[in-house]
């Protein structure tokens, strides 16, 4: 059996092709000048530091022919799966529904909605658009994992102490054994994602592993899918 060498302790990989990469809102609203991130007064480069990582993720799980799921953060036209709680908070320069320079912030189809073209998503690669922090809110995302037959999660992608972290609880309250890739996700704050990254792991693993993507890679090379 491949495992990966983890936080807390080693991460056992599923022998029966159960194992999919799950890439967390890598879109052009959190990621590029102009977006919502920017709005905020953020830092938007440092999350851009991820992608080559990812690239590499997503290389390896498309030479094993391993289920690939991409998410998007957005909401309808008419902001009706938008609570006014979550729309009105802060006192950002462009909030969610506005108008900026790519286009209607966090709305579905909207330019800056859209995942950056470095991970575009491949036809057969399934996009989740969700209207919540979490994948599993409001999404088909744990009716899909169950018909594909996935147990395990590797989880990436931005940001880590927000959609990242509720992600990796919702999986976990789901029964899913997930393992955070620590090079592959990242945080506007240095800090939260270092203290998301041993909450994960605290008290043996209570939500899940820790891993570099390098230790990933390694596991993935030596891994035995079946139908590949």
């Keep these: 059996m491949a495992s990966i060498s983890a936080q807390p302790y080693s991460y056992e990989l599923p022998l029966n092709g159960g194992l999919a990469l799950i890439i967390i809102d890598m879109q052009r609203d959190f990621l590029e000048a102009g977006g919502f991130g920017d709005a905020l007064g953020n830092d938007v480069t ?4 991820i992608v080559p990582t990812l690239k590499q993720l997503l290389k390896a799980f498309r030479a094993k022919q391993l289920p690939i799921f991409h998410t998007i953060e957005c909401h309808q036209p008419d902001l009706s799966d938008c609570p006014p709680s979550k729309r009105n908070r802060g006192q950002s320069a462009l909030k969610i529904g506005d108008t900026g320079p790519m286009g209607r912030i966090l709305v579905f189809g909207e330019p800056g909605n859209g995942i950056i073209p470095e ?50 609880r919702e999986a976990n ?11 592959a996700t990242e945080s506007y704050f240095p800090e939260f994602k270092q203290s998301t990254l041993a909450m994960m792991t605290a008290q043996g693993g209570i939500i899940g592993w ?16 079946v139908g590949c």
């Design 119 to 168: 991970l575009e998503p491949l036809p057969g690669e399934t996009v989740i658009t969700k209207p919540g922090k979490g994948a599993f809110y409001q999404t088909n995302l744990e009716a899909l994992l169950h018909k594909q037959g996935i147990t395990h999660l590797l989880v990436t992608g931005v940001t880590t102490e927000v959609c990242v972290q509720t992600t990796m």
């Design 210 to 225: 820790t891993a570099p993507a390098a230790n990933v890679l390694q596991a993935l090379e030596v891994l035995r899918v």
């Design 173 to 183: 309250d789901r029964g899913f054994e997930c393992l955070m890739v620590e090079d």
């Design 46 to 49: 440092r999350l851009q530091a």
